[in-house]
């Protein structure tokens, strides 16, 4: 097998009331999404393709609807080849859960069929490179304790507070 070299991320900001989010764009979809405090250098392309034009357009859409009321539709395609195999399919399961709805590490396990796999779930939910958009954010720990998040906690519970959950446990 011949491995070839990965193209190179066009990155586009999104501002949101929250803060700029950084987009970064494969020429087959949405690789990352950044949060606003994840500060990376950003290198922005003035030459874009109209389809990379769209999906940014799409993915800002989506974005300012998840942080409005939790509900996100319209995505671009997403390109999650930088992912194992195992995380992809955590990835997949994760765009199954619906806003306002939460599930467990282990119960999320359960779903991809590999119960004993609670840890590797969490550290792929870690992993995921579009937060919010492929909700890991509805991954709550044992007795719904707020678990771990890429983002930090206090995105984690923004996240769910606009979905109209608040019944986890916070870690204080």
Known sequence: MQILPESPLVAAPIETRFGVFIARFSEIGLAQLSFPHESQPIATCSIV???????????????????????AQGFPPFDLRRG??????????????????TMTYSGLAAAIYQPTAVRAV????????????????R????????????????????????????GFVRLI
């Not at 969490?122 to 954010?137: E, M, Q, T, Y």
């Open 84 to 101: 194992t195999e195992f995380q992809q399919r955590v990835w997949r399961a994760l765009q199954t859960i619906k806003a306002g709805e």
């Open 139 to 166: 991954v709550l720990a044992a007795n719904r304790k707020i678990g771990g998040f890429s983002g930090g906690l206090q995105w984690k519970e923004l996240l769910l507070e606009i979905e109209g959950q608040d």
């Open 49 to 71: 393709s109209p389809q990379i034009r769209s999906w940014c357009n799409q993915t800002e859409e989506a974005l300012q609807n998840a942080l409005q009321n939790g509900s």
């Open 122 to 137: 969490g550290s792929a939910c870690g992993a995921n490179p579009i937060p919010v958009l492929i909700p890991c954010h």
